[in-house]
T-cell receptor, first 113, second 112 residues
Framework: DADVTQTPRNRITKTGKRIMLECSQT?????MYWYRQDPGLGLRLIYY???????NKGEISDGYSVSRQAQAKFSLSLESAIPNQTALYFC????????????FGSGTQLSVL | QKEVEQNSGPLSVPEGAIASLNCTYS??????FFWYRQYSGKSPELIMS????GDKEDGRFTAQLNKASQYVSLLIRDSQPSDSATYLC????????????FGSGTRLLVRP
């Protein structure tokens, strides 16, 4: 079983629609992250959460929101999707006791038409 | 200037050769450095971490860190076609929150 699970794996949506990407983990890590990956740009941090009551913006948070429903669950929402949000999205977790090594989910490929 | 820079490649090497991947970073106080391997369409996978100057070896992989020159490299000995992937360099940020900043990755092709 995957330690970090993302749903859905693929999503096609239309401009203006609200969508949610979900992430759950069984690693017991407090810290969770959302990254997006675009060709040639590497991974960029959208939001991160160090515990249930701690939410922080990353370098590209505009147009996104997040919810940390529990230690194991961290969801990403696009309130009104636009085409330039088409990307591969990754959820990740880390443990500060393990030098913050990131463990990634399988990713969600999102296409906004 | 990007915080973490890598040559995008592709870096093409013959099977059995040594592949050398390089990464430079801008934040002098960074303390933790990681190499992730990412196969096409898959998620990044941690392969090496290094925290102090010098070399760290793990099987066919060697990570090298030079904080004075602000670079970190990854050597892959006896390269195999299965090593063909994109290699992402990641560096922790200045503040205490330990956020990782990623380079854009170097694509490695190992020719049979």
């Amino acid at each position: 079983d995957a330690d970090v699970t993302q749903t859905p794996r693929n999503r096609i949506t239309k401009t203006g629609k609200r969508i949610m990407l979900e992430c759950s983990q069984t690693k017991g890590h407090d810290r969770m992250y959302w990254y997006r990956q675009d060709p040639g740009l590497g991974l960029r941090l959208i939001y991160y959460s160090f515990d249930v009551k701690d939410i922080n913006k990353g370098e590209i948070s505009d147009g996104y929101s997040v919810s940390r429903q529990a230690q194991a669950k961290f969801s990403l929402s696009l309130e009104s999707a636009i085409p330039n949000q088409t990307a591969l999205y990754f959820c990740a977790t880390s443990d500060p006791a393990d030098n913050e090594k990131l463990f990634f989910g399988s990713g969600t490929q999102l296409s906004v038409l | 200037q990007k915080e973490v820079e890598q040559n995008s490649g592709p870096l093409s090497v013959p099977e059995g050769a040594i592949a050398s991947l390089n990464c430079t970073y801008s934040d002098r106080v960074s303390q933790s450095f990681f190499w992730y391997r990412q196969y096409s369409g898959k998620s990044p996978e941690l392969i090496m971490s290094i925290y102090s100057n010098g070399d760290k070896e793990d099987g066919r992989f060697t990570a090298q860190l030079n904080k004075a020159s602000q670079y970190v490299s990854l050597l892959i000995r006896d390269s195999q076609p299965s090593d063909s992937a994109t290699y992402l360099c990641a560096v922790n940020t200045r503040d205490s929150s330990y956020k990782l900043i990623f380079g854009s990755g170097t694509r490695l092709l190992v020719r049979p």
